[in-house]
């Protein structure tokens, strides 16, 4: 399994060879380096491969922390889960880049998704609002009633669709096409969007 972690960019549109146009996303990634590497034989029971990226500011890393990352001063440590013939492909310190990805591989991508803030049910789960006459004032967005008789016994049903926070969430895309890749500028472009605002860690892994 092929994977790397990156931060989003921004979207453009680039060319094939054939001439078709198509929309991408950005993607600055890698290099990784691995800072760990668990197994199933091991104390974690599982096999995994633990990677570091990008930099933080020493001083703002708890020691705890500096401790998982031998020494560095990575800004993110993420895990991908491998399999058993995999994990001994890697050892810790090894770097990871993107000459292993290629054109037209098929990938998986995840990301948090933009933060909305608070919004209504129109905007938040697509209600339609009120009708637009016959009395109406100021209900064109209201989500109508939310308990009453019946099946509901007289209140509000747990998961009942309503107005609150929105966005921000762990958003998995998956079957997205890499339509190119640039190990010397760093950059990778995946056909389509992806998830989450600019500056935001997208985790990219090659579907099996």
Partial sequence: MKFILGTKTNMTQIFDEAGMVHPVTVLKAGPLTVTAVKTVSGKDGYNAVQVGFGSHAEKNITKPVKGQMKGG????????????????MYTVGDNIDLSTFSSGDKVTVSAISKGKGFQGVVKRHGFHGGPRSHGQKHSEREPGSIGGGGR?????AKGKRMAGRMGEDRITSKGLTVVAVSPETGELFIRGAVPGRRGTLVEVKSEK
Avoid: A, I, W
Avoid at 73 to 88: G, H, Q
Avoid at 152 to 156: Q, T
């Fill in 152 to 156: 509901d016994g007289g209140r509000v």
């Fill in 73 to 88: 001063n990575y800004m993110y440590l993420r895990e991908f889960r491998t399999s058993t013939e995999e994990t001994p």
